[in-house]
């Protein structure tokens, strides 16, 4: 069992920047591929970045390419999503969760736990 928890949400403007934390507890979180999901109003869940259980791979959807960066810190339990170059199509409920399936892991029901989410707000 994993327990995660999303911070760093917030309202930004268009071109500024936020940092998205997910800290999980209850397993050996350097176990877990781990991925950035998002949800816009509507919209069907989508992921956003992934990173591997060491941090040496990473994906990252042709949307945020470029503008975002996942990373990972395996000693303190915690996925983080810079997320830079800000967009109003940026805007949506953020969501971190882990997968115990190593490789590509994109897909929504190939993630085993979720957190529950932290909103970004960007405005024009």
């Known amino acids: 069992q994993v327990q995660l928890v999303e911070s760093g949400g917030g309202f930004v403007q268009a071109g500024g920047s936020l940092r998205l934390s997910c800290t999980a507890t209850?397993?050996?979180?350097?176990?877990?591929?781990m991925g950035w999901f998002r949800q816009a109003p509507g919209k069907e869940r989508e992921i956003v970045a992934r990173?591997?259980?060491?941090?040496?791979?990473?994906y990252y959807a042709d949307s945020v390419k470029g503008r975002f960066t996942i990373s990972r810190d395996n000693a303190e339990n915690t996925v983080y999503l810079q997320l830079n170059s800000l967009k109003p199509e940026d805007t949506a409920i953020y969501y971190c969760?882990?997968?115990?399936?190593?490789?590509?892991?994109?897909?929504?029901?190939?993630?085993?736990?979720w957190g529950q989410g932290t909103q970004v707000t960007v405005s024009s």
């Open positions: 969760a882990a997968s115990r399936t190593i490789g590509a892991v994109n897909a929504r029901n190939q993630y085993d736990y």
């Open positions: 209850g397993s050996t979180f350097s176990s877990y591929t």
């Open positions: 990173i591997s259980r060491g941090g040496k791979t990473t």
